[in-house]
């Protein structure tokens, strides 16, 4: 059987998920595709796909069973809502929403739909090297995890697109939520300093230092670094009570010439998680096949937004902020 899906937002990620839908996965057909920009839709649409002038029409659409949704984070909220009026799976990028009243109503919606038709895009989740570090640590032989040490690290932001919050209200999210799938682990409190600020980075507040607090008093420090120029570099080593385990880096061609010995360094997220988002949307597709959605929910839409808040009050008054969380719904204690 093929899921008909229509894409919402044929931007930077819109486009290199089309591609993946339409020349890398199986069991899939784009049939519908809108952006605000209707040149845009239309130069990304595949061939035979349908441009909605709206996001509401194409999620309205029969020719629809299932929603991709990368438009602006702004924009979210309200197409999810419709996906979910319409009973249709959705798989939303990060950040899920831009505020905790927009999670709570998205969480509300779905709750009362009765089963997840939600995903949201944590694509760490699906790396092979991320599955294997969780699976060290929650084998349990080197015994209690006690510190995660995050680091991410962007070669560069398009100037101008981003406010001076970006690294916090935007790149934290990524690190927040596989802090609590790697250590299933839950954020109680966010801290935050300031180094030196970076002279590349113009008005952005960057580089950042992130101490995420954890239920189980595991503390996590994360280095958001997003003008770092020499390219995109993600690591993570969970430190436990008998020993250390570690994200490798990236397997890449050794190259030697008269600059020495090196590895090529991934230019972006594209390239460092190009096999993550192939397989995060292969388990989206057999999920949404079957009506439903798998992997980071709702739930998780909504702490990473929280822990973003807290963040961003943090960094403004230099205190422990906490994270005020509403009591778990059923639909997501599975997950
Ligand atoms: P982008 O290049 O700006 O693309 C977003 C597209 O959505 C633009 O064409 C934009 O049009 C359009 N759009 C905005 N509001 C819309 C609406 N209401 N209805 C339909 N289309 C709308 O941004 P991007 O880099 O692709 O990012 C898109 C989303 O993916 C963001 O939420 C971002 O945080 C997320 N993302 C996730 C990852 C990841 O690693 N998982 C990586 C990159 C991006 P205009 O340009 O005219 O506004």
New binding site residues.
């Given amino acids: 059987m093929t899921l008909r899906v229509g894409v ?7 486009k290199d998920h089309i591609r993946r839908l339409t020349q890398v996965l199986n069991g899939v057909e784009i049939t519908a595709v ?4 209707q040149s ?1 839709a239309e130069d990304a649409a595949p061939m035979g796909a349908t441009v909605f002038e709206t ?1 509401e029409q194409l999620i309205q659409s029969e020719q629809v069973e299932a929603v991709v949704i ?7 909220e ?2 999810l809502l419709a996906c979910i009026k319409a009973g249709k799976p959705v798989f939303c ?3 899920m929403v831009i505020s905790a009243e927009a999670a709570i109503k998205v969480m509300n919606a779905e709750v009362a739909y009765g089963k997840r038709l939600v995903q949201v ?3 760490r989740r699906f790396d092979a090297d991320y599955r294997r570090l969780k699976k060290v640590i929650d084998e349990g032989s080197l015994g209690a995890p006690l510190m995660y040490h995050s680091v991410h690290r962007n070669g560069q932001v398009p100037e101008g697109l981003y406010t001076s919050d970006m690294p916090l209200n ?1 790149t934290l999210v ?1 690190d927040a939520d596989i802090s609590r799938w790697l250590l299933s682990d839950e954020i109680s409190g966010v801290e935050v300093r300031v180094p030196r600020r970076s002279t590349q980075g113009g008005e952005l507040r960057d580089p950042v230092i992130v101490l995420l607090h954890m239920d189980s008093g595991v503390i996590v420090d994360v280095e958001i670094s997003v003008n770092i120029s020499y390219g995109y570099d993600i690591r993570g080593e969970v430190s436990c009570e008998r020993g250390i385990a570690a994200l490798p880096n990236r397997p890449a061609t050794i190259i030697t010439d008269q600059h020495g010995i090196r590895q090529a360094i991934p230019e972006d ?1 594209r390239e460092r ?1 190009i096999e993550a988002y192939d397989q995060e949307f292969r388990e989206w597709i057999s999920a949404a096949a079957d009506g439903g959605a798998i992997g980071p929910s709702v739930w998780d839409g909504y702490v990473s937004t929280l822990t973003a808040d807290a963040a961003l009050r943090a960094v403004e008054k230099g205190t422990l902020e906490t994270l005020d969380l509403i009591d778990k719904p059923a639909l997501y204690q599975q997950h």
Avoid: L
């Avoid at 919402?8 to 819109?14: E, L, N, Q, S, Y």
């Avoid at 809108?34 to 920009?37: A, H, L, R, T, V």
């Avoid at 990368?70 to 979210?76: D, E, K, L, M, Q």
């Fill in positions: 919402i937002g044929t931007g930077m990620i819109g809108n952006d605000i920009d845009s996001a990368c438009s602006w984070g702004g924009a979210h309200e197409q990028e990060k950040p895009g944590f694509m935007d990524h997220w998680f």
